[in-house]
Structure formats: structure tokens, C-alpha cells
């Protein structure tokens, strides 16, 4: 049984597979509510609505 944290990555991941650019796939994750947040520990995904950090993103 996927944990909401593992299907976050699965969609923010399948959409940088199918993006040609981070411009692009930045672009499709504002569609789903999110977006990423570059650290010098990591990227982070982040919800747009509550603006607080939702997994690290690893892959």
C-alpha cells in the first residue's frame, strides 16, 4: 500500500519524466498544487495552498 508521501513523488516525478524542461515541469506540478523548493539540503515539494513542505523529493 502506497503513503500519501510515495504517491507525491510517484506524480511529481512522473511529471518531470514527461516534461521537456524544469520550466515546463514546474509548470505542470502548479496544476496539481505544487511546486518544488530548491535548498542546499534538497529539493523539497511544497503546496501551493498551504505553502508548507510535503516530502523531500528524492529520484
Known amino acids: 500500500m502506497m503513503t500519501d508521501i510515495q504517491t507525491i513523488r510517484d506524480?511529481?516525478?512522473h511529471e518531470?519524466?514527461?516534461a521537456v524542461s524544469d520550466r515546463e515541469w514546474k509548470h505542470r506540478?502548479?496544476?496539481y498544487g505544487y511546486a518544488i523548493?530548491?535548498?542546499e539540503k534538497?529539493?523539497?515539494v511544497t503546496s501551493l495552498l498551504r505553502g508548507n513542505d510535503l516530502c523531500v523529493l528524492m529520484g
Open 11 to 13: 506524480v511529481v516525478l
Open 29 to 31: 506540478l502548479r496544476g
Open 16 to 18: 518531470r519524466k514527461m
Open 37 to 39: 523548493r530548491d535548498t
Open 42 to 44: 534538497g529539493a523539497y
